[in-house]
């Protein structure tokens, strides 16, 4: 268990924010924004400084059902107005709003004013290629300053950014730009990985054989690359550096999208989940500058693609609450800086930083000496997401990152929310893993299979009663999809798709998502429990559970691991793990087989794909495929089964 610095809590956004409202808790203010959205998003809204071209008629249309909700309705708007323009009426425009470090070590920065005038000059180059609010713009970019000028010079335009992971393969990048009906990419020609160059714009030149609407695209010259002859093909010195520092930023309506981020499924083409200027405004001032205190004056270190939402999320956030942000390019983990996240939130004096729970497994199996040379001293706040944690893995972060000093705070939302269900604040004892509290609007649940409530400590599905401000309104072009995906199941209620429990004492559990849940001989469980009793014994490192068929049982636990450095797995081993699954977990969750490999199938975002593990294992068809950071991870698995039989 952890508790915040008392000055922390006294000193934070938070407690500030009720104060003002004249509410004791955050749990009062909770019920009141769940029992009265109108007043609470409104408050919201006072507090980020939204500025609004035209003011809403109505904050919240409910008429035509909670899947049809429409917010600020008749209201425009611009979300750069209020990032950018706002933070330099405020006096900012010299502050520094991105402090950049390259792989080599490399430093850029950009104050607000650079910024906004950066955004305006991709604004005026797409104009005057022609295109139009409303149209897609796709961004294929490395994570570098100018990416964060693509994004918001797209939505300066009142166009839509499309972000694309910067290592999707071509198949991945002509799906997406196809269904979102691209006319122009922002690109870079290469990005650097290990001091090598890895030429994207050859990626993206052989994609747009397959996407006949892109008419524009716009390369910067990073590593000397020549421009396609092409009338299509320019060069960013020539359109971009050139163009207007002073575009007006364009009104749109609240309801209109500023963003699809595609996210993947198991089976079909990727989801175009689409978010409004409003909407990711709102939630992020919600979730990140209320829940995850920041403040004007953090530097803020999440490492991250803008490609995943937590790219857009982390800018917005930084700008909404007029902070720095941090933006590292490569990986948090090198050859040679195997601590690299840490290492640069010493040396950038970071106060801010998110984590994910597989990266700080992977730091564990490092030798720790080098962590006593890093001043962490200037950290507050620790936020982590993605993956569902393990006690070691928690106390671990506690001890080496936080310093038992900085608040770690843990939240789980997703995509389609552009942030948080469940979160934990600077204002609660925050318990190992778990989840503070339900995130403010959200009208969190717990629901038995037939629709009822569940009871406190029971596992079920986790729902949003009370849409908040921020999820999103469509899965892009494909309305039947959408009401399909996430309404069906509950009517009325939005589900999310995880398995979670929340204790008497109000702390939220994550169990694994619903759709890797493992029933075994009527009895279910999520994945991360079987796991974590194999990771807990230090002889694995990850590890994934999946349900295989069995002729007894009809279904059997399968695991598939990764060992330990110096470990080398045998059959006494595997009997040990089984052994420990059944006295951790339960007798009938004891794996039928467990397996070694040397690594497990990755989002870029270090989420491990089960789905693909199970594809892999059984042969069957994986599905969608471009979310996965190493391919090279299947085979191993498939040929686990061919070597058995």
């Avoid at 904050?59 to 209020?82: K, Y």
């Avoid at 991709?122 to 005057?128: D, E, M, P």
């Avoid at 050859?202 to 054989?209: G, I, P, S």
């Avoid at 920041?294 to 902070?323: Q, Y």
Wanted: charged share 20%; aromatic share 8%; proline share 7%.
């Amino acid at each position: 268990m952890f508790q915040s610095d008392f000055d922390i809590q006294r000193s934070s956004t938070l407690a500030a924010f009720l104060d003002d409202c004249g509410i004791d808790s955050y749990e009062d203010l909770a019920r009141r924004a769940n029992t009265a959205p109108d007043w609470f998003w409104g408050r919201v809204i006072d507090h980020a400084g939204i500025r609004f071209n035209r003011p809403y008629a109505m904050l919240r249309d409910m008429s035509e059902g909670p899947d049809s909700i429409r917010w600020a309705v008749e209201g425009t708007l611009n979300l750069t107005e209020t990032c950018l323009d706002a933070r330099i009426a405020d006096g900012l425009g010299e502050k520094i709003a991105i402090d950049w470090v390259g792989e080599d070590g490399s430093r850029r920065q950009w104050t607000y004013a650079k910024l906004a005038a950066e955004a305006s000059r991709v604004a005026s180059a797409l104009a005057a290629r022609g295109v139009q609010p409303g149209q897609a713009v796709g961004i294929y970019m490395p994570m570098i300053p100018k990416i964060e000028a693509a994004f918001l010079g797209i939505a300066r335009l009142g166009a839509i950014a499309v972000p694309l992971f910067s290592g999707f393969a071509p198949h991945a990048i002509v799906s997406r730009l196809n269904d979102a009906g691209a006319v122009a990419v922002l690109t870079a020609d290469a990005t650097p990985r290990r001091g090598k160059p890895i030429w994207m714009e050859a990626t993206l030149a052989e994609a747009l054989t397959e996407v006949p609407s892109v008419h524009t695209v716009c390369s910067l010259r990073r590593f000397g690359g020549a421009v396609a002859a092409s009338a299509r093909d320019l060069d960013w010195a020539e359109t971009v550096g050139t163009a207007s520092p002073d575009f007006a930023a364009v009104p749109v309506k609240a309801e209109d999208a500023f963003l699809i981020a595609y996210t993947s499924g198991t089976t079909g083409r990727p989801k175009g989940v689409v978010h409004t200027h409003l909407g990711v405004q709102a939630k992020a001032t919600a979730d990140f500058l209320l829940c995850l205190d920041m403040k004007r004056d953090d530097r803020h270190l999440w490492m991250t693609d803008m490609g995943w939402v937590m790219g857009p999320l982390t800018l917005l956030s930084v700008l909404l609450s007029g902070a720095t942000l941090v933006l590292a390019e490569g990986a948090p983990s090198m050859p040679g800086d195997p601590f690299r996240l840490l290492r640069l939130a010493s040396d950038m004096k970071v106060t801010h930083m998110g984590v994910a729970p597989t990266l700080v497994r992977q730091f564990m199996t490092q030798d720790p000496a080098p962590l006593s040379g890093y001043d962490l001293s200037p950290l507050r706040i620790v936020a982590s997401t993605g993956e569902p944690w393990t006690d070691d893995a928690w106390l671990w972060q506690l001890d080496h990152i936080c310093r038992r000093r900085a608040v770690p705070l843990n939240i789980s939302g997703g995509t389609e929310l552009f942030g948080a269900i469940l979160t934990s604040t600077v204002l609660h004892e925050v318990k190992p893993g778990g989840f503070s509290a339900q995130a403010l609007g959200v009208g969190a649940k717990v629901l038995r299979e037939d629709g009822s409530e569940a009871a406190p400590g029971e596992v079920g599905e986790l729902v949003v009663t009370q849409p908040p401000m921020g999820l999103t309104p469509a899965i892009w072009g494909d309305r039947e999809r959408y009401l399909e995906t996430y309404w069906s199941t509950f009517p009325g209620m939005w589900r999310h798709g995880d398995w979670v429990r929340c204790d008497p004492h109000g702390t939220w559990y994550i169990l694994g998502r619903s759709d890797d849940t493992l029933n075994i001989a009527g009895k279910r469980i999520g994945p991360p429990e079987i796991e974590a009793a194999l990771t807990e014994t230090g002889k694995v490192v990850d590890a994934a559970a999946i349900a295989a068929p069995d002729d007894i049982k009809g279904v059997a636990v399968v695991c598939v691991c990764v060992a330990a450095p110096g470990v080398s797995p045998d059959d006494a081993l595997v009997e040990q793990l089984r052994d420990r699954v059944g006295e951790v977990v339960s007798k009938p969750f004891r794996p039928r087989e467990i397996h070694f490999v040397e690594a497990l199938p990755k989002t870029r975002s270090m989420k491990t794909m089960r789905r693909i593990v199970r594809a892999a294992f059984l042969n069957e068809d994986p599905g969608d495929l471009s979310s996965i950071s190493n391919p090279e991870t299947m085979q191993p698995i498939a040929n686990l089964r061919k070597d058995k039989s």
